[in-house]
């Protein structure tokens, strides 16, 4: 009998039944899924998906998941309702478990699940949200180390220049991914040559980052093409707010 299973049953055998609560400060479960890159193994506690990686190594996944969290794994029947749905990419994320993370991991992260599908923003624009402005290069750490990807979608932070950048499942992936929800790289990449990284719309008076839905919405005639968002200030446009490019 594992250490796992001895203490499960010692708790089963309390007086009073332990309260699910206390299983779930002891344990976490987990869970393999299907997903848009294939099955994934899900670790979950009574708060949301806590951690989540490709499918082919149980043994492996539970040694980074105690080592990281300081907790063991039970397996478990199923995945918390509305994350498989959200792992196949037809509906949103839920919540993850956070816990046990830095506050500032917490506020990458966070700022990270509000970039909507089929958009893209630099990873500045995350360290800004997140209240940490100059500390884009932690960002970037952080956000390898996502704990949750998918549900928290760092493949939709990119690089300044709106190149997709680095994964931890491989460039190649991120891109197929982004590509999946409707973001436009090939559009994006060819504005890039030109010395381009926001657009603005000559009738609404607003810059937005390319992959912006309002972005996307200017029409060729009244679309203006500029490196930074300063010079289109200066231009006299101010800076959308639904994707909220720096000033």
């Known amino acids: 009998m594992s250490i796992e299973d001895a203490l499960a049953a010692a708790l089963s055998e309390l007086a009073a039944p332990a309260p699910s609560t206390l299983i779930d400060k002891v344990f976490g479960h987990w869970t393999a899924a299907p997903s848009r890159i294939g099955d994934v193994l899900v670790a979950f506690t009574g708060h949301g998906v806590h951690y989540l990686r490709p499918a082919g190594d149980p043994q492996g996944f539970a040694a980074d998941y105690r080592a990281r969290f300081g907790r063991p794994l039970r397996a478990a029947d199923r995945a918390p309702a509305g994350v498989v749905p959200a792992l196949r990419g037809t509906a949103r994320a ?115 980052y390319p992959t912006c839905r309002d972005a996307r919405r200017i029409t060729e005639v009244h679309r203006h093409g500029f490196r930074s968002v300063a010079a289109a200030v200066d231009a006299g446009y101010r800076p959308c707010r639904t994707c909220r490019p720096a000033a």
Request: proline share 9%; hydrophobic share 40%; glycine share 12%.
């Open 94 to 208: 839920p919540r993850p478990d956070l816990t046990g993370l830095s506050a500032f991991e917490r506020d990458v992260l966070t700022a990270t699940r509000g970039i909507p599908a089929g958009q893209t923003r630099p990873y500045g624009w995350v360290a800004r949200e997140a209240g940490h402005p100059g500390a884009v290069r932690a960002v970037g750490s952080v956000l390898a180390r996502n704990p949750v990807p998918l549900l928290v979608p760092c493949h939709r932070v990119v690089r300044a220049d709106g190149a997709p950048g680095e994964y931890m499942f491989g460039a190649d992936r991120k891109a197929e991914l982004l590509r999946d929800e409707g973001a436009p790289l090939d559009d994006v990449a060819e504005l890039a040559r030109a010395g381009v990284h926001y657009l603005a719309s000559d009738t609404t008076g607003i810059v937005c």
